[in-house]
């Protein structure tokens, strides 16, 4: 089955600590992205990337590190920087064939908790 | 400035009601505009999405909206809601631009009382 793993599922870290977020997509995909979301607040974009070894902040990209090493994976590392880190953290891709109606898929999501 | 603003962000119907959720959205440029559902703690998953092919757009799961250029609206009906429906509904809008961007409304959690 094509789609978008994020792992793990749940995540916990200590104050100080960096930790890095999984994003794998067998889509054969362009795109990918990286989204934060806290109730009441939508989705706010972090990281995104077009291409191989390129990508671009979000609104929200403080605190936040990504690679785009391979076509499938996008890992996010959230550092120690990142002052209010605890949230739900959701992955997507999408073709990117330049039209304005290109989907974004979405995978199940992680959600991060600091202790 | 592109915006979206989703009315309510708490919605309640009954089963086998109406189901209304309203997105208006504010574009310099032709919008299109897409309808995601979020069950909890899961990811998000699309209903439907406008093209400007039509302007009464069918989803998944029975829902639908109607694009409304006047009215600068897309709103998501459901002539009939089921229990599952109930849920977290986003309504975005595309940044044509290079950047690529969607603009996400703050969503609107749908509940289904028995």
């Known amino acids: 089955d094509g789609g978008i793993t994020q792992s793990p599922k749940y995540l916990f870290r200590k104050e100080g600590q960096n930790v890095t977020l999984s994003c794998e997509q067998n889509?054969?995909?362009?795109?990918m992205y990286w989204y934060r979301q806290d109730p009441g607040q939508g989705l706010r974009l972090i990281y995104y990337?077009?291409?191989?070894?390129?990508?671009q902040k979000g609104d929200i990209a403080e605190g936040y590190s990504v690679s785009r090493e391979k076509k499938e994976s996008f890992p996010l590392t959230v550092t120690s920087a990142q002052k209010n880190p605890t949230a739900f953290y959701l992955c997507?891709?999408?073709?990117?064939?330049?039209?304005?109606?290109?989907?974004?898929?979405f995978g199940p999501g992680t959600r991060l908790t600091v202790l | 400035a592109q915006s979206v603003t989703q009315l309510g962000s708490h919605v309640s119907v009954s089963e086998g009601a109406l189901v209304l959720l309203r997105c208006n959205y504010s574009?310099?440029?032709?919008?299109?505009l897409f309808w995601y559902v979020q069950y909890p703690n899961q990811g998000l998953q699309l209903l439907l999405k406008?093209?400007?092919?039509a302007t009464l757009v069918k989803g998944i799961n029975g829902f639908e909206a109607e694009f409304k250029k006047s009215e600068t609206s897309f709103h998501l009906t459901k002539p009939s809601a089921h229990m599952s429906d109930a849920a977290e509904y986003f309504c975005a809008l595309n940044n044509a631009g290079n950047n690529r961007k969607l603009i996400w409304g703050l969503g609107t959690s749908l509940a289904v009382n028995p």
């Open positions: 997507a891709s999408s073709i990117d064939n330049g039209a304005p109606t290109d989907t974004q898929y």
């Open positions: 990337s077009q291409i191989v070894n390129d990508f």
């Open positions: 406008y093209t400007s092919a």
């Open positions: 889509l054969n995909h362009d795109a």
């Open positions: 574009s310099s440029v032709p919008p299109y």
